[in-house]
């Protein structure tokens, strides 16, 4: 009888240690994604504190909303980032909801939203995703 309880220890511990470095794998990879995650938190969040801190000038917002058309529609979260960065300046743009006037968004054939249509003299051209301050200003030559 000892010898089978003993065979029955001895086979269970194998698994026991089977089981334990598959713990410990899975908690090495739980560990390395924890990081990961943490990495791209971060690496988010100053990448929005920038774009959020870098608000031009009254004079330069008014020419880019001038020049602009901000095409978006409600429930939109890149929508939603797209006013952030506008900030205190958003009311300043022509925003065309397009889920309230499609026509207008399918005038543009725009992708997706958010869009920017650049009001150009005798061409408009449409441009697709959440844009900075810079971008804006490079794209309407303000």
Not at 99 to 108: G, I, K, N, R, S
Request: include cysteine.
């Amino acid at each position: 009888m000892e010898s089978e309880d003993n065979r029955d220890v001895e086979q269970e511990e194998p698994i026991n240690g089977k089981k334990d470095v598959k713990r410990k794998e899975v908690l090495i990879m739980v560990g390395i994604g924890l990081i990961v995650l943490s990495a791209l938190f971060i690496t988010h969040y100053y990448k929005e504190k920038q774009i959020l801190e870098e608000l031009p000038d009254l004079k330069t917002a008014e020419c880019i909303a001038n020049r602009t058309i901000l095409l978006t529609s409600p429930g939109c979260g890149h929508c939603a980032n797209q006013k952030k960065i506008l900030d205190k300046y958003l009311t300043l743009f022509e925003e065309v909801n397009c889920v309230a006037d499609p026509d207008t968004c399918l005038e543009y054939g725009i992708p997706g939203v958010p869009s920017w249509v650049i009001l150009g003299e005798d061409i408009h051209t449409t441009v697709s995703g959440v844009k900075s301050w810079k971008e804006l200003i490079e794209l309407t030559s303000c």
